[in-house]
Each structure stands twice: as structure tokens, then as C-alpha cells.
């Protein structure tokens, strides 16, 4: 079972997690610098459903944007 939302097809992609060290510029320092990149993944926001799909009930895995946009008919 994939981590993909069924309507949209938003799925887990990765990027990267930066910390920085410092006082920023604006708060008098002399400003923020990066000090390692290390890889991260960011997952959508889905939900177990029992939605209507073409006019049975199913249990579908719908991501929380999708819900708000009213794309899903829930059962």
C-alpha cells in the first residue's frame, strides 16, 4: 500500500533539512549561516475515508487538501 493520495496522486518526495547557526542581521548579528544539509522526506497529510466511488462505498486514502476542496463524497 503506497503512501499516495488516490484523487490527487500526491505522494512522499524528498528534499532536504537545513539547519543554520547565528544571530540574524536583523537582530543585530552578524547573520544566519548554514551549517549541514541532510536528507528528509516530506509525506502529504492523508486520511483513511469511506468515500462514494462510482456509486459504491470504498475506503480510500484521500490526502486532507483534496477534502477540502470537496473532491472526496464521503459515505
Known sequence: MSRECDF???STI???SVPR???SKKQGGNG???VRRTGRTFKPNLFKVRA???GRRE???VC???M???KVVKA
Open 52 to 54: 462514494l466511488v462510482e
Open 32 to 34: 544566519e549561516h548554514v
Open 68 to 70: 477540502k476542496a470537496g
Open 14 to 16: 524528498t528534499g532536504n
Open 8 to 10: 490527487c496522486g500526491k
Open 59 to 61: 475506503q480510500v486514502r
Open 64 to 66: 486532507a487538501k483534496c
Open 21 to 23: 547557526k547565528g544571530k
